[in-house]
């Protein structure tokens, strides 16, 4: 099954598909989630190598067990072909309490389907207080008039 919009990406179609997947990690749901990847979708998640739709799954549901609170944007950088560049914030915080705002970049590749087959993750922690945070949507998709990273100059 394909999940449009289908490659060569442009503008429209690339901001499209990143948006698409930030509201679905906002949604915080790996089953769905994972099907958006190819089944032997090859992942760097930081330091952390992922292989499959299984994988994908247990790294979400272990993720979200550590990162309370999770909010996400993502933006597109540039795009050519079938391969799009996203940089990112989100800020989430942990079982003690601390915030953090975590910055970074994802490449991706996506088969003819539509389907991500490659996302390659760099992402740096940084502690903020719950004063400092900026992104406080009530828990799901960013709406659709909170401002990008750009307008949050992130």
Sequence with gaps: MGRPPFPPYDIETATQKARMAENAWNLQDPEKISLAYTENSEWRNRA??????????????????????????????????????????????????????????????FDEAGLMRVRIASINDLKISAAERKFHWPSGPRPDDHPGLSELGL
């Design 48 to 109: 952390e190598f992922v292989r499959g739709r299984e994988e994908i799954v247990s790294f979400l549901q272990q993720k979200w067990v550590r990162e309370l609170d999770y909010r996400l944007i993502k933006e597109v950088w540039a795009f050519s072909g079938n391969r799009i560049a996203v940089r990112f914030a989100y800020e989430s915080h942990n079982a003690a309490g601390q915030w953090y705002r975590s910055y970074g970049n994802e490449n991706w590749e």
